[in-house]
């Protein structure tokens, strides 16, 4: 987890404000990170007594350092079968080593143990990145991946573009800082490099356009939009570093025109500051922090600005994005956001993830970008850009096998934007009638096959969020009992286009489109006449059974009967053979306009056998009473069979 290069510093200058506090030689050789004495010291304190609970931690932190997975699972598994109230932070690390000795259904079989204590979208991104996983298909771009020569024996990371430079990170000896003994790498500085034709980088040397400073300075972001360059720095006044009234010295972040001007930007005494990276569209200023109301360890925040200058309190981005781990390293590129994780379902510590960012400005699964850009060790710091006809160039760090420091510097060529392709839907399921969101309703997402890929339910608002691996074609369709269903396929350029705004789906209640009438359920219409002694559908007519194929469309499970009735008028014989030409003449209509000949199981004409009132032979009405006779009725009848 190669963002603690900045934090060892952090911590050790911190320490000296607790000198009054007796440590043990464990704890001392912890905080200097000096794990493998720390292990040493600690083994031999276990043997002399006890180690507190917390140092016990140490001990199995100590080994995933050190890389011996093995004794680093067994401490953590002791640990939380012992206490199984284990902080979120820790049951991470303990899955992270666990992954590294076990299969991943051991992993998930203890991740169960501990959903009900963590966020819903963890548990769908761990599931997400498993499928990945297990199904192969993680991102199969080729990659052109090489070690950059401007790389030294010391940490180098945290690559950004400056201009036609490069700009990064390092520890390495350059005379103006000074040099910790037991990492052998002196406070953080800033370098640039040339950038030839081929991505290499060469030549570098400090980087001149920011305050000198005898402490860090480190993780720069240039914005080309605003001409200032973002930096991580030691919190100093001058000469001297300034602590807080608990004894920290915290990183701050600071903001330079390239000229000589410098200001700080996020500055709390208790509080570290990494990673800076100003979107130009939005305003945002995104940061990695350590604050209180984190989700585990170093989460990412943003706060919203006025041409840089903080406008906003720092608003985390959310459980999608930020994890019992640690999420550093924020970078945003064609409206995806880049950033580095060490949370247990990675392939190895710290790992580079794509979230594709939402029409509501909310975020998609982060999608792990697979081997060749990750590794078993810590990956990280990712940048990318547009490299004309070259396809796009970008530049990452990493501590993986076969570097020439700590942490090296990595460039990478690829045609397209790296990152598996996913369909990521978000929207609302509202009732057409009330224009309501409806809960409950069951939103599937459908293969080619007919195969259901994933489904699931609207909240109490109506609102559902929904994410696959991209395929060619999928079936969209929501449902809900007694709802009508809402079903469109789409394919190729049209999935794209979907995701770009918020794919809203409107349903109907089959009880606004039903009502009761002389003890039947029929369908909700508007009283309709034909003309005296016709059957011909008037305008007027296929107007209102318009509606009747509208239901028949949202419900084709209904079964029906057509019914029609006459008044009085007339003789007998002749009103029940008029009623039934106009029961199929319904029929007919509705036919034409494209309902199931199996759904209308038969038509009837009463004629005048069903009166609804006194208006029999022999008896005077007036017109308005005769009219209530005559009607016809779309009866259901399978409704209480259905529901």
């Known amino acids: ?29 912890f905080f200097e990170y000096s794990y493998s004495q720390a292990i040493v010291e600690y083994q031999k304190e276990l043997r002399e007594g006890q180690l507190t609970n917390k140092q016990y931690l140490n001990l199995a932190d100590s080994y995933m350092k050190v890389s011996n997975y093995k004794k680093a699972t067994e401490i953590y598994l002791d640990i939380y079968q012992k206490d199984t109230t284990m902080s979120t932070y820790h049951f991470n690390k303990m899955l992270q080593s666990l992954s590294r000795t076990s299969e991943i259904e051991k992993v998930r079989a203890y991740l169960a143990t501990k959903k009900d204590d963590l966020s819903i979208e963890l548990l769908e991104n761990a599931d997400f990145n498993y499928e990945l996983i297990a199904s192969n298909s993680n991102d199969d771009l080729k990659y052109r991946i090489f070690n950059v020569n401007g790389n030294s024996p010391q940490a180098d990371f945290s690559p950004t573009f400056y201009k036609d430079k490069l700009l990064f990170s390092s520890s390495r000896p350059d005379g103006s800082k000074k040099i910790y003994g037991p990492s052998g790498e002196s406070y953080l500085n800033v370098y640039e490099s040339k950038i030839d034709q081929q991505g290499e980088v060469k030549s570098p040397q400090v980087f001149k356009g920011i305050s000198e400073s005898k402490f860090h300075r480190a993780t720069p972001y240039y914005s080309e939009e605003l001409g200032y360059i973002f930096y991580v720095l030691s919190n100093s006044d001058g000469e001297d570093l300034q602590f807080s009234e608990n004894g920290k010295n915290a990183l701050a972040i600071g903001r330079s025109n390239g000229k000589g001007s410098f200001e700080f930007i996020l500055r709390d005494p208790d509080t570290s500051f990494y990673y800076p990276f100003y979107e130009a569209a939005t305003g945002r200023l995104f940061f990695a922090a350590n604050f209180h109301d984190s989700f585990g360890g170093t989460d990412i925040y943003f706060v919203y600005t006025n041409n840089g200058l903080i406008m906003s309190a720092p608003i985390n981005l959310g459980p999608r994005i930020n994890t019992p781990g640690n999420e550093i390293a924020p970078y945003i590129f064609e409206n995806s956001l880049y950033f580095s994780s060490d949370i247990f379902y990675g392939l190895g510590g710290m790992d580079i993830y794509r979230s594709n960012i939402q029409a509501d400005n909310s975020f998609s699964i982060p999608v792990n970008l697979g081997e060749g850009i990750n590794s078993p060790k810590d990956d990280f710091g990712f940048i990318i850009k547009n490299n004309g006809s070259n396809g796009l160039l970008g530049y990452f760090s990493s501590n993986r096998e076969g570097g020439r420091g700590n942490d090296d510097l990595y460039g990478f060529n690829v045609s397209e934007k790296p990152g598996l392709k996913t369909l990521a839907l978000k929207g609302k399921v509202v009732d057409l009638t009330s224009n309501n969101g409806v809960s409950k309703v069951q939103v599937r997402l459908i293969d080619q096959e007919g195969k259901i890929v994933k489904e699931v339910f609207t909240n109490e608002n109506g609102d559902y969020n929904i994410e696959i691996p991209f395929q060619n074609t999928i079936t969209i369709e929501a449902t809900k009992e007694k709802y009508s269903i809402f079903s469109v396929t789409y394919n190729d350029n049209q999935l794209d286009k979907i995701q770009e705004t918020a794919f809203n789906m409107g349903i109907k209640s089959l009880e606004d489109l039903v009502e009761d009438q002389e003890g039947q359920t029929v369908v909700k219409l508007k009283k309709f006449y034909f003309d005296r002694g016709q059957s011909k559908i008037t305008l007027e007519i296929a107007q209102e059974l318009d509606k009747v194929v509208d239901v028949m469309s949202r419900f084709p499970q209904l079964q029906l009967r ?24 319904i029929k007919k209509y509705l036919l034409q306009q494209g309902v199931s000949a199996s759904s209308i199981l038969y038509t009837v004409g009463y004629g005048e056998d069903k009166l609804l009132n006194g208006c029999k032979n022999g008896v005077f009405c007036l017109d308005m009473l005769h009219n209530k006779n005559e009607r016809s009725l779309i009866v259901v009848l399978n409704y209480n069979l259905l529901f």
Do not use: C, P, W
């Not at 506090?21 to 464990?26: F, T």
């Open 562 to 585: 057509i019914e029609s009735h006459t008044d009085s008028r007339g003789g007998a014989s002749s009103n029940f053979i008029l009623s039934q030409k106009r029961s199929d003449a």
């Open 1 to 29: 987890m190669r963002f603690n290069v900045i934090v060892i510093f952090f911590i050790i200058l911190s320490s000296l404000g607790f000198s009054q506090q007796k440590k043990s030689k464990g704890d001392v050789l």
